[in-house]
């Protein structure tokens, strides 16, 4: 069962980001998948732990090349990274201390958020990357 999709359209001709960002989309199934086959509390712990993570892990990625390509809009795009680590780590909490906490509905918006995030606010570095050669 998924909720998120890849598509080509959400490419944005770097390889490692699009290789990141498909490992998000597979969390993001792999824990709605969980959820609904009623999985325990283990699984579920190490898939948001892993998403966690692995999203701390590929914004970094994406705030590195920034820096070194001098990207003007780098305030702006790190601000809604630091939003959706938020939501994560929130998300995290709530599910330790209440395992009813993480619905169907928190999932798909953070879906939507990543999806929405790719298309608008990451496909607006892609000609700045391409200029700067990051592949
Ligand atoms: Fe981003």
């Not at 699009?18 to 699984?43: P, R, T, W």
């Not at 305030?75 to 630091?82: F, G, L, R, S, V």
């Amino acid at each position: 069962m998924n909720i998120a999709f890849w598509k080509p359209e959400y490419s944005v001709s770097v390889k490692s980001i699009d290789a990141d960002h498909q490992k998000l989309f597979d969390l993001l199934n792999q824990l709605f998948e969980a959820m609904s086959k009623g999985q325990g509390k283990n699984v579920l712990t190490e898939i948001i732990g892993e998403l966690e993570r692995y999203t701390i892990y590929h914004f970094h990625r994406e705030e590195t090349y920034f820096r070194v390509t001098n990207y003007p809009q780098k305030d702006a795009h790190i601000k809604e990274h630091q939003y959706f680590v938020q939501k994560i780590s929130e998300m995290r909490k709530q599910y330790e201390k209440d395992s009813s906490a993480v619905s169907a509905e928190l999932l798909g918006f953070l879906s939507n958020w990543l999806k929405e995030h790719i298309l608008v606010t990451d496909k607006a570095y892609q000609e700045h990357f391409k200029k700067h050669v990051v592949v």
